[in-house]
C-alpha cells in the first residue's frame, strides 16, 4: 500500500471512530435529556397529587416512567395514584380496572426492587380493600402474603402483624356469621343470636375451620402491641378475637375469655382518651 492509499485508509478510520463518538454522544445526550424531562414531570405530577388532580397526575407519572424507566419514585407515584383513586366496595367496572391497575404497577415496582416495602404494603392494601366488595377470601390471603413478605423484610415493624391479625380475624367473623346464618336457616324455632355461644355441633366445624386462623391473628396482634405497647387499634382487634376464641370453647372457659376481651377494650378507651387529652393541651 502506498503512502496516498495508507492517509486515505487512516482518514476513513477516523472518520468512522469521529462518527461513532458522534452517533454515541447524541444517543447519551437524548438519554439524559430523557431522564430530565421525567423528573420535571415527576415532579409536575406530584403537585398534581397534592392538589387532588389524580387524573393528570397519573399521566405524567405514566410519561416520567416511559421517558426513564429507572426513575422508581415515577413507578410509586403512579401506583399511588391509581390505589387513590380506586373507591372500596364500588363494583363499577370503571373502579375494578383501577385497583386492578393499581395492584399491576405496584407489582412492577417489585421487578425492579422486590424488597420495596412501599410497594409491598400497597398490594396488600389494595387486596384487602378489594376482598370485601364482593367477598373474596382468596384476595384477603393474598393481602396477607404481602404483609408477610414485609415482616420477613422487617420485622421490627408492627404495621405488618397488626394488619395479618386484621384479616384474620375478618375471615374467622364471616365464617362465624355464616355458621350462625346457616344454623338458624335449619332451626327456624330456635335461633341463635350473635352473642349466643354457638351449638356444640356448629363450634367443633367452626373450630376446626378457623381455630388455627384465629390463633394465627391473636399471635400476630400480640407481636404488634408488643413492638408499639400503645397500639390501641391492634388492641381493639385483640379483643374481638378473643370472642371469636370464645365461639370454640365450652361454657366455663368462655366466660374468661370474654372478661379478657373486656379487660382489652377498657384498655383500649384509656389509651385513646390519654391520647385525646395530649392532643388538646398541645
Known sequence: ???????????NTAAKVFGLVAVLATMFGAAGCNKL???????????????????SSIEDFKQAKDLDPTLLNARLYLATAYATEYIPGAPSDDNVRVGQ???????DVLTVDPGNLS???????????????????????????YHQKHIQLKPDDPEPFYWVGVIDWTLAYRGNAEARQAYNIQNQKKQLKESDPLPEKVRDQFT????????????????ATELRPDY????????LLLRQKADMVDSSTRASLEKQADDLLD??????????EKESKS
Open 232 to 239: 390501641a387499634d391492634a388492641m381493639a382487634y385483640q379483643s
Open 101 to 107: 391497575q393499581a395492584v399491576s404497577e405496584f407489582q
Open 119 to 145: 410497594a409491598l404494603d400497597g398490594i396488600g392494601s389494595m387486596l384487602y380493600n378489594m376482598a370485601g366488595t364482593p367477598f373474596d377470601p382468596d384476595k384477603y390471603s393474598q393481602s396477607k402474603q
Open 208 to 223: 376446626q375451620q378457623y381455630g388455627s386462623l384465629v390463633d394465627e391473628g391473636m399471635n400476630m396482634l400480640q407481636k
Open 1 to 11: 500500500m502506498n503512502a496516498q492509499a495508507k492517509t486515505i485508509g487512516s482518514h
Open 267 to 276: 384498655k383500649v378507651k384509656d389509651i385513646k382518651q390519654k391520647a385525646a
Open 37 to 55: 424531562k421525567a423528573r420535571d414531570l415527576l415532579n409536575k405530577g406530584v403537585a398534581a397529587f397534592k392538589n387532588g388532580q389524580y387524573d
